[in-house]
């Protein structure tokens, strides 16, 4: 049976650091559990694509693809009652636009019945086509709940925790944080953080750029625990849950100790002449291979700077 359910987001991981990652999310998984049809988030003109659902377990599988634990629309879960009471009747608006069409699944991620819906909402509530179809995709990209349709507000975030599904409380040393200022416990670290962190061994550590695991740790959750982005000065920033709802570095350090083959590592990041030169093991000594005085000579050989004319 498949891990993948509706409402899941997966990102698909590029080896380009510059490139802007492909993240989307599930809408539908038929019941046979064959095929699956998701939407790409932040695409302001995507619609709804059909896909295998053995295509996207094999990108799981094999490290090319991650499910985001941290959902960037989460916050519409659970609105400030003072904005919800600001903006309820917008959301209840557009939401009348397309109640009507996004319960017919999986009609409505169809395309060639979808245009036809899209028109006879269009007609009836006396809207414009582009209309509707922004509310589709804003009720898609937020999970599709009603309150997808509020507009933006301030981010807050919410994350995955466990490692097994009946595991309540956090496991491990406390935090000092934790322990000083009597703060929320953190997350513990299940198969879908593990997975995110093999993905950061891989693009951040086992490069011969050689980041230390506190830089690759930082990249990591900007890139794969972010809520969105916020624009700070001109840049593009990464807004990031609280401390508490995300990994540690020491989490991050020890599944890197554990996973990881550090030979493996150190060679891919330095190479193999100089992991030889300076990170081999040493396995004996001439000390020990010597039965008695005088058994084993050894000879320095140096090159001397002294040429004939």
């Known amino acids: 049976m498949s891990n993948l359910s509706v409402g899941m987001i997966v990102e698909w991981i590029s080896e380009q650091e510059d490139s802007t990652p492909l993240v989307e999310r599930i809408l539908w998984v038929n019941p046979t559990a064959t095929d699956l ?14 896909k295998r659902l053995a295509d996207i377990e094999e990108a799981l599988a094999n490290g090319s693809a991650i499910i985001r634990v941290a959902d960037p629309y989460a916050h519409r879960l659970h609105p400030p009652e003072s904005f919800l009471l600001k903006h309820r009747q ?13 319960s017919r699944v999986p009609d409505i ?7 036809g819906l899209v028109a006879d909402a269009a007609n009836q509530h006396s809207v414009h086509k582009m209309t509707v179809y922004k509310y589709l995709r804003r009720f898609w990209w937020g999970g599709m709940v009603k309150n997808a349709l509020l507009p933006s507000y301030e981010r807050s975030g919410g994350l995955g925790k466990e490692k097994s599904a009946n595991s309540a409380s956090k496991r ?3 935090t000092k944080a934790t322990v ?7 997350i513990n670290v299940d198969d879908s953080i593990r997975r995110i962190f093999s993905v950061a061994f891989r693009l951040y550590v086992d490069t011969n750029k050689a980041p230390t695991l506190k830089r690759a740790y930082s990249l990591m959750l900007s890139n794969y625990f972010n809520v969105g ?6 840049v593009r920033v990464p807004v990031l849950p609280p401390s508490h709802q995300l990994p540690t570095l020491e989490q991050f350090r020890y599944w890197y100790k554990k996973q990881q083959d550090i030979e493996a590592s150190f060679t891919k990041r330095e190479g193999a002449r100089r992991f030889a030169l300076k990170r081999r093991p040493v396995l004996g000594s001439s000390t020990k291979m010597a039965f008695g005085p005088g058994s084993i000579y050894q000879i320095d050989a140096t090159i001397a700077d002294v040429y004939e004319l």
């Open 37 to 50: 049809v998701s939407i790409q988030l932040d695409e302001p003109l995507a619609l709804p694509v059909w």
């Open 90 to 102: 917008r959301r209840d608006a557009a939401w009348k636009v397309i109640e009507d069409m996004v």
């Open 109 to 115: 991620y169809d395309e060639t019945i979808r245009g």
């Open 172 to 174: 491990g040393r406390p």
């Open 180 to 186: 000083l200022r009597d703060a929320p416990p953190g």
């Open 229 to 234: 982005f916020e624009v700070k000065g001109g």
